[in-house]
């Protein structure tokens, strides 16, 4: 019947084609200029024809009108070739209008404007393209998967009136994330079979919810390529139905700040960190094309997350790498998300990440660790030989009076070995930039010093030549330079508020609105505060910072609203640093909230960093605007 239609319609189109070529339009002369397309299949639906993206039929219809006379003026017509492709040759320079007008006709969905304005010259006007695609539909079997295998197998029985949900998954981690908008929804019906039809190319999320509980919801990742013809892509899902199973999982998100995957007393938390558990249907460790997801969860402000109700069965969990601090790395073996539950099993998973460009200062017994190549090394051996290069250059006191290694690793006798090994460890701290030199410290008890560098050069004078100084200067220099590999005294004692220098809103400059005292900002859904400078005072811009926060103070939240602040990086990604959701709606708060940065360790870094405070709906239900009235945005840190 398609081809029946084709045949019709080029008919007709190519005689009309050539009345129309037998009346030129008044005063048209040939040109040295041209115009050269393609009519193309748009597999991936993306607009732009890819090296894979093929021409489509011949005998589909491309016409060109006078851009001047908005169209009016008709000048020429032709048809595709055999690979879709069309030209345009002896054109006059001037701006024309090109149209394609088979696409729709024959089935197509258009990926690209039917009308394209195309300036030509004295030459060939090239890559005048046109995309078409065929939507697909997703169709399958929702079945319970007795033996977790994720195939119907003989006796597997079906499960009707099972809710089907498709998602649109533009960031493509396979997870349905806030926001991301439902595409296609249905209910199985009697047999089990569900149909979700015009579906356009691109990654989508399936999510399968049994009904009345009787099974775990079940999530799976679909990509979706259209293909010539169109057709159905099918996807059985098999719901995990527990049968006395009583299992649960949980765990804490941190930040393992000194890198050595034990949660310490001051090592923070990280929150809004998004998991899934998927069904290890096939047991090899891996998440697999088909393997569905059993569960979601969020870290909460402690980072704690849990599943509950799993039945046994081998799982793998995964972490967004989205809603971790960008950058950051995990201390935890990976192999530990990869595991299996016996019935009635609870699990304790905690999850530690560190920036491995700026974790805190190892001590004495973790450098030992490295070189001994023990435990989890953090560093490569040729790693640590280069580290002990640079410290032992560096130093009249290494390698002049005895090695670094041998000051680290052997036995130290007295006062003076022990303040060299604990010397070793900081000098090591400082070669491998865990500690800089410019970092400034507050340890008035133990030395007059106030930089990390400064520390440095005192230590060598006590240390060099051997056995100068009395023993309680030995010990001096032992608790300093233990304390600095302890992370103590580092970067404390002294706090900076530094006011917004830069902030837009709308277009417009809301700079002093947004410093105390200020007016205030009334923000609603229409777009963001940009805030892109920050006032330095009179600080280096190359001291070194610690614990960089954006402090909001916010008035009022109206009509359900709340409010995301996002950190742009140097890279131009976006990273979430939070959202603040208020205790009430719709009444005057005056509360100043916190938003710790990421990947800033300079104040140079951070006078640069740009923040975005976007006000959002939750709910999504499109009523009164929702807005926020916000009336200062400052930087506070420690230096």
Do not use: C
């Not at 729709?104 to 046109?130: I, K, M, Q």
């Not at 009904?211 to 775990?216: F, M, S, T, V």
């Not at 974790?359 to 580290?387: L, Q």
């Not at 041998?406 to 010397?423: I, S």
Request: charged residues 20%; proline residues 5%.
């Amino acid at each position: 019947m398609k081809n029946l239609l084709r045949l019709v319609l080029l008919t007709a189109l190519l005689v009309g084609a050539t009345a129309s070529l037998a009346r030129p339009a008044p005063g048209h002369a040939a040109g040295t200029g041209g115009i050269i397309g393609a009519v193309f299949f748009d597999a991936d639906a993306d607009g732009i024809r890819d090296a894979t993206d093929n021409g489509l039929d011949a005998g589909l219809t491309v016409e060109i009108r006078d851009a001047a006379t908005n169209g009016q003026v008709f000048l020429t017509v032709t048809t595709t070739a055999l690979d879709g492709t069309y030209a345009f040759t002896a054109l006059d320079a001037n701006t024309y209008l090109v149209t394609e007008l088979s696409l729709e006709a024959l089935g197509y969905t258009r990926t690209t404007p039917n009308t394209r304005t195309v300036v030509v010259g004295s030459v060939v006007a090239l890559g005048v393209d046109f995309g078409g695609t065929l939507l697909m539909t997703l169709s399958g079997t929702i079945f319970d998967d007795a033996n977790q295998d994720g195939v119907r197998g003989l006796g597997e029985t079906v499960i009707p009136d099972a809710l089907v949900e498709v998602f649109h998954d533009p960031n493509g981690n396979g997870l349905i994330d806030s926001g991301e908008p439902l595409a296609g929804s249905a209910v199985s019906n009697t047999q089990g079979n569900y149909v979700v039809a015009n579906l356009w190319p691109g990654a989508y999320v399936m999510r399968v919810q049994p009904p009345g509980g009787i099974g775990l919801p079940a999530q799976i990742a679909v990509p979706i390529v259209s293909r010539y013809g169109g057709g159905i892509l099918r996807q059985d899902v098999g719901i995990l139905i527990p049968r006395g199973g009583d299992a649960s999982l949980n765990g804490i998100v941190w930040k393992d700040l000194d890198g050595d995957e034990v949660l310490d007393a001051d090592e923070g938390f990280i929150a809004s960190a998004a998991l899934a558990l998927y069904l290890d249907s096939n047991g090899n460790g891996v998440i697999d094309s088909g393997e569905s997801v059993v569960g979601q969860a969020t870290s909460n402000s402690q980072g704690a997350y849990s599943f509950s109700s799993l039945d046994a069965g081998a799982y793998v969990l995964r972490v967004d790498d989205l809603t971790i601090p960008a950058g950051w790395i995990p201390s935890h073996d990976a192999s530990l998300l990869a595991f299996s539950l016996e019935t009635g099993q609870t699990r304790e998973l905690n999850l530690g990440y560190f920036d491995p460009l700026a974790v805190g200062p190892m001590t004495v017994a973790d450098w030992k660790k490295e070189i001994h190549r023990s435990g989890h090394p953090r560093y490569t051996a040729a790693e640590i030989a280069a580290f002990i290069a640079s410290a032992q250059d560096s130093s009249a006191v290494f390698p002049e009076i005895v090695s670094l290694q041998d000051a680290l690793l052997r036995p130290a006798p007295g006062d003076e070995g022990r303040a060299r090994k604990e010397y070793a460890a900081l000098r090591l701290n400082v070669a491998s930039n865990l500690l800089l030199t410019r970092t400034p410290i507050n340890l008035p008890a133990l030395t007059t010093a106030t930089t990390v560098g400064g520390v440095l050069t005192e230590i060598e004078g006590l240390l060099n030549p051997p056995a100068s100084q009395l023993n309680t200067a030995y010990r001096r220099v032992e608790s300093l330079a233990e304390a600095l590999n302890k992370g103590q005294g580092v970067g404390y004692g002294l706090t900076l508020v530094g006011v917004v220098s830069r902030a837009t809103y709308r277009g417009g400059d809301v700079t002093s609105a947004l410093r105390r005292g200020g007016s205030i900002i009334d923000q609603t859904l229409d777009g963001p505060i940009y805030l892109t400078r920050w006032s330095p005072g009179n600080l280096d811009p190359a001291t070194n910072i610690f614990r960089p926060r954006v402090r909001v103070r916010v008035n009022a939240f109206y009509n359900g609203a709340v409010l995301d602040a996002y950190q742009k990086l140097s890279d131009g990604r976006l990273v979430l640093l939070g959202t603040i959701i208020p205790p009430f709606w719709n009444k005057d708060v005056k509360t100043d909230y916190h938003f710790d940065l990421w990947r800033v360790s300079t104040l140079g870094e951070l006078v640069s960093t740009e923040i975005r405070l976007v006000t959002r709906d939750p709910d999504g239900d499109g009523g009164h605007p929702e807005h926020i009235k916000i009336d200062a945005a400052e930087i506070v840190f420690d230096y």
